[in-house]
């Protein structure tokens, strides 16, 4: 394993500090937690409803790096691929709160859901009023009662968007809890891997594929795909992708918008690539592209790969998207 | 059957012993079906109770369960450390009623773990371990047999909550991490009462 490290024990209170003090004007860290709270002027001036999220760490910019004016208000990091523990949850409500209640946003997995609820029932404790939606937008995996359910993936940064956007706005926080949960139905995620992260802890990759191969499936945390076949041209992983995921959508009219999220290892170059054939792609099958994002929005670690999320979007939530934020990464 | 404080500390200290010695092994088992690191988050855990049982004396079994719970939630992370740090707040809450069997207390925790994980038996999860040794307390059958019946109906079943349940079939014949955390939590338990 060669990562620029300097102890695996420390790499998530090293990497929160650098990210703090290259961003001094827009976040701050909490002290005595690895969580960042928003510190641009706009976050005293204009009350509104707090926004928080986190995860595990590994996943860079995804939470840190979307805390600012209109989008998140805190976020709260846990070790590499571990959810945060309640009190460090805690701690970012508490700070964000203006009287106004604040909603937390989760990714569904039973690590993050079972910490953030215990962090709300904590803040309820002090009176605060609290919403949660849980993102689960994978549909690599089935949406059984016999599992943890889908997961939770690179729409994430999609629904904190919009949802920041709208708190900004002056929406109250029962609106907003509707709103997030209206937007997490619409969207859709799947992803490829070409090569699996490596855990600092572990020190080699979760899985291996041969040199030609890629998976198809793939989680933000190394879990396994539904199917491993040989690499073929970008025009028809997108194809595959596309083909996939308007599957989820009986309609397939009005607007929709569309994410190509790099995993972490995989150039940008290739990612433009794949969002050319993608937006091909649609355009033949008619739907109507009103937003497209491309970029390392939601990675895992230095997996090599790419994920497709595909949202149908009412003309507010394409608005919200385009709205300009004061953020470090989106 | 009650749990006396002098008793109860032995036991949370048998149990942080034992995470801290089977690492390795916890990982091992979530490697196999999770991500890898049940043993590395428990040992965190365990560091943390010890450290926090040393800053500050426990002087009634209250607050033994929830400096243990306390040091659990805020240091084992994952799914782990909600489940752990319920199941021990809710017997440290239970525990202030004197007249609590320990038969019940270990009914509560079990009860904790229902509501926190939203699951129950069945699932291949730390619950399939708990129910079992909380009813052979109740019928006073309560002895390492119970544990190691548990273990392997464990490792038959298909998991349904979790990442495990995502492996679906193919979660069978492996033994849940976090069963086995919590099978040295009742093998210390059984150390405690043999004495």
């Known amino acids: 394993m060669k990562k620029i490290i300097n102890n695996v024990e420390d790499i998530v209170p090293e990497m929160i500090s650098g990210l703090v003090r290259t961003n001094a004007d827009l976040v701050k860290q909490i002290d005595g937690t690895t969580a960042v709270v928003r510190n641009d002027p706009k976050f005293k001036e204009n009350k509104q409803v707090g926004i928080v999220s986190g995860g595990g760490s590994g996943h860079e910019p995804l939470h840190a790096g979307y805390v600012g004016d209109g989008m998140l208000s805190a976020a709260v990091a846990g070790e590499v691929f571990t959810s945060p523990t309640p009190d460090q949850i805690y701690e970012a409500i508490t700070a964000v709160d203006q009287g106004q209640g604040v909603l937390l946003i989760v990714k569904n997995y039973s690590g993050d859901v079972m910490n953030f609820d215990m962090a709300k ?40 968007k919009i949802v920041g956007a709208a708190a900004r706005s002056g929406m109250n926080l029962a609106d907003l809890a509707t709103l997030g949960q209206k937007v997490i139905d619409n969207i859709k995620t799947i992803g490829i891997a070409l090569h699996a992260a490596t855990v600092p802890a572990v020190g080699h990759p979760g899985f291996e594929l041969g040199d030609d191969e890629i998976e198809y499936g793939i989680g933000i945390h190394n879990e396994r795909g539904y199917a491993v076949e040989k690499i073929r041209p970008a025009k028809e992983l997108a194809n595959e992708l596309i083909e996939k995921i308007l599957k989820e959508f009986s309609d397939q009219s009005g607007d929709f918008a569309i994410l190509v999220n790099g995993m972490g290892g995989t150039p940008l170059m290739e990612q433009y690539i794949f969002a050319n054939d993608v937006l091909n792609e649609l355009a033949a099958k008619k739907v109507k592209v009103s937003f497209s994002k491309v970029g390392n929005l939601v990675t895992s670690l230095d997996m090599q790969g790419i994920s497709l999320t595909i949202m149908k979007a009412d003309a507010d939530w394409i608005k919200y998207l385009k709205e300009p934020v004061t953020t470090i990464a989106w | 059957m009650k749990l006396e404080l002098v008793d109860a500390k032995k036991w949370i200290t048998l149990f942080v012993e034992k995470l801290e010695s089977n690492q390795t092994i916890l990982n091992e088992l979530d490697t196999a079906i999770g991500d890898g690191d049940h043993g590395t988050n428990m040992k965190r855990g365990a560091e943390a109770v010890t450290a926090a049982l040393e800053k500050k004396e426990p002087e009634t079994l209250a607050d033994l369960y929830k400096t243990t719970a306390f040091a659990m939630i805020q240091k084992v992370g994952g799914a782990s450390g909600p489940l752990y740090g319920t199941a021990f707040l809710d017997m440290s809450k239970a525990v202030k009623n004197d007249d609590l069997e320990l038969s019940d207390l270990i009914q509560i925790g079990t009860d904790g773990l229902k509501r926190r994980g939203e699951s129950d038996t069945g699932m291949k999860t730390m619950i399939d371990v708990w129910q079992p040794v909380s009813d052979a307390l109740k019928a006073d059958k309560f002895d390492q047999s119970v544990i190691d019946a548990a273990l392997e109906n464990v490792k038959g079943l298909v998991a349904t909550k979790g990442r495990a349940s995502y492996l679906e079939e193919k979660s069978k014949g492996h033994i849940d991490p976090g069963a086995q955390s919590s099978a040295y939590l009742f093998e210390s338990l059984i150390e405690v009462l043999g004495e």
């Open chain 1, 121 to 160: 029932e904590m803040a309820e404790a002090d009176d605060i009023e609290i919403k949660t939606i849980v993102v689960d937008d994978d549909i690599s995996v089935k949406n059984s009662e016999f599992t943890q359910g889908k997961r939770g993936v690179a729409g994430t940064a999609l629904v904190e």
